[in-house]
C-alpha cells in the first residue's frame, strides 16, 4: 500500500473512532440527563403556595407557567383562532345583547373574558359583581393559598368568609399554582379542593383509585365545571348528583327549585351556567378514547433527553404538532381547518339560539304589557329556562363547542327549540281568556 494510501486510512480511521466517542459521550450524557427528574435546589414544604419556588426546582416548567400573561404575542397572528386566549375584554361590550339576556342580574352589568390561570386571583379581585360582599367561595379556585386557608377556618368557615375579609387576613399573593395539582413531596398530581371531592364521592367514584392519566384531568376538573352557592354561607356544590349532561344538571336545580336571579325582562327563574368545561368534555370522542385535559393543553415536548409536559396551559392550536399531531397524523393546516370548522359551526348555532331567546324575551314581554296572567305565562317562563340553560352552557363554556362538537350542536339545537316554543306559549298567552 502506498504511503498516501495508508495516511488517508489511518486518518479515516481517526475520525470515525473520534465520532464513535462523541456520540457513545452523548448517549451516556442523554441517558444522564434522562434519569434526572429534577434537580432539587431547595426543600418544598408541603401546599408551598408559591410557584417561583418550585420552579427553582423545576425550572422548564415555571418558564412555560409564566408565559400563560404572554398571549398577546400569539394573538397578533391568529395561533389561537377566533374565540380564546387570554386576553381581557368585555363581553358586554363586545356582545350587546348579553345585557338583554342577562337583565336583572350581575352579569348585566359586567362580564369580563379572563386572562387565565396567572391572572386569576387578580381578576376575581378586580372584580366589580357583588363588589366587597363577595363570599369566599368566589377565591376558591383563584390562589394557591386557599388550602392553607380552609385548614385554618374550616371549609365552611372559609366558604362563609367575604373576600374582603379573607385578604385582611391572610393577604393572599399567588394565583393559580403548582401546589393546586401537585403534592410537593412526591411531585404526583393530586386534588386540593373539597367540592371535587364531594362531587365525585356522590357519584360513586373513589379518587383513590384514580389513574394517573386520569387524574391529568382530574386536576383540571376541580375548577373548571359548572357550580353552584349553597345556602347562606355560600357553600360550594358541582350539581353532578344526577349525571353530569345538560338535561341532569337542569333535573337537579329543578328538584331544588334553584335559581339565581328572576329575569328583569320575563320574570322567569334563571340560573346562570359556569364555564362546564368538565362536564361538556365527558361527552365527547377525547374523554370515550381516554384523551386527558393536559394532552391538549398541557402535552408532552421534548428539551434533550428530558420529557416534561408543557406547563404553558393555553389551546391547542398554538401547539398543534404536540397537542394534535401526536394522534392526529395530518398537516396542521388541515387541524387547524377542523378545529375552526367546528367552532364556527358552535357559534352560529349560538347566535341563532340567542336569537329565538331574545324573541320569547320579547313576546313575554308584550303578553305581560297586554294584561296575561301569571298562571298562563308560566310555560313560557319555563321555557325561556330551559333555553336559557342551554345557551348559556355553551356561551360560557371554553372552548367554543370543541370538547364536544356533536353534544354542542345537540344542546344548542335545543335551546333554538325551546326558544321558540316559549315564544309561542307567550302569544298564546296574549290570546287566553280575557285578552
Known sequence: MSKAKLTLVLLSALVLTILIVVLLVSIFEHKQEAKLTYFKVVELEDGEPDPAVWGQNFPRHYDGYTKTMRTSELMKYSLYGRYGGSEAFSRLDRYSEYRRLFDGYSFSVEYGEDRGHVRALEDMLATARLGDKKPGTCMTCKSSQVPSMMQKLGIDGFYATPVKELMDRFNPKHPIACADCHDAKTMALHISRPAFKEAMAQRGIDLAQATRQEMRTYVCAQCH??????????YLVFPWAKGLKLEDLETYYDGINFREWEHGETKAPLVKINHPEYELWSSGIHARSGVACADCHMPYEREGAVKISSHWVRTPLANLTNACGTCHRLPEEELRVRILEAQD??????????EAILDAQGAIRTAMERGAADQALQGARRLHRRAFMRWDSISAENSMGFHSPQ????????????????????YKAMEGPGQ
Do not use: H, P
Not at 225 to 234: H, S, T
Not at 410 to 422: C, H, M
Open 345 to 354: 359551526r358552535t357559534y352560529s348555532l349560538m347566535k341563532r339560539a340567542e
Open 225 to 234: 365545571v359548572e357550580y353552584f352557592f349553597r345556602g347562606k354561607d355560600n
Open 407 to 426: 353534544e354542542a350542536v345537540r344542546i344548542l339545537g335545543d335551546a333554538i327549540d325551546y326558544g321558540r316554543q316559549a315564544e309561542l306559549e307567550a
